[in-house]
């Protein structure tokens, strides 16, 4: 089975203060994504990456970077956390077998800034 | 931009009534998928759909394509309570994912 964990279920922070959420895949694969989930709005892309080292952003990357310095681990880091980024975070993984694109979830990281 | 909407967002069954849920999105794509998120949990894959007319089903859940009408339905059989969760849709464009709002599903009895 396909397992990717997230760092935390549940984290609050400060206004202002530099946060880093962990995504840990261990089936090898390629791409991973990072995604934000708010009520209403369903799952927004905020970056993804096909290989270690590669970036792209997503539909809004504004407020975020990323890290991929392995290939089963992706970060994401808000540099300076504000109240409009309080979400559910949530990561995936995918293998392109045959082009599936099918994405795998962790258990989502529910942040509140405070 | 690649938009897809689901309707309806909120669904509200009695046991064993039968529904739709429908996705709609505005560009080509020949892949479409199905989720199902249980309150406080991650997403869980239901159906991959990869081609015009593919047609899935499992238990009382079942997805179809249309990808002339750019149109997915997720058919629902006799409802029963262990269903109530949020459905989404998604769409692939580019090796990345396209997601429709979610439809908050609970089934009463």
């Known amino acids: 089975d396909v397992k990717v964990t997230q760092s935390s279920r549940y984290l609050v922070k400060r206004t202002g203060e530099k946060v880093f959420l962990e995504c840990v895949q261990d089936m090898d694969h390629e791409n991973m994504f990072w995604y934000r989930q708010d009520p209403g709005l369903g799952l927004r892309l905020i970056y993804f990456?096909?290989?270690?080292?590669?970036?792209e952003k997503g539909d809004i990357p504004e407020g975020y970077s990323v890290s991929r310095e392995k290939k089963e681990r992706f970060s994401l880091i808000l540099e300076s956390a504000s109240t409009n980024q309080t979400s559910m975070y949530l990561c995936a993984s995918t293998l392109l077998a045959g082009g599936l694109y099918e994405q795998y979830f962790g258990p989502g990281t529910r942040l509140t800034v405070t | 931009e690649l938009k897809v909407e689901q309707n309806p967002l909120f669904l509200s069954m009695q046991e064993g009534k039968n529904y739709t849920i429908y996705c709609n999105y505005s560009?080509?794509?020949?892949?479409l998928y199905w989720y199902r998120q249980d309150p406080g949990k991650s997403l869980e894959s239901l159906f991959v759909l990869l081609s015009n007319g593919a047609v899935k089903q499992e238990g009382r859940l079942m997805a179809s394509l249309d990808t002339k009408a750019r149109l997915s339905t997720l058919h629902i059989t006799a409802a029963v309570h262990d269903l109530s969760a949020t459905y989404f849709c998604a769409v692939a464009s580019y090796g990345k994912l396209t997601f429709g709002q979610g439809t908050i599903l609970t089934v009463h009895p």
């Open positions: 990456s096909y290989d270690v080292k590669m970036k």
């Open positions: 560009t080509t794509s020949d892949r």
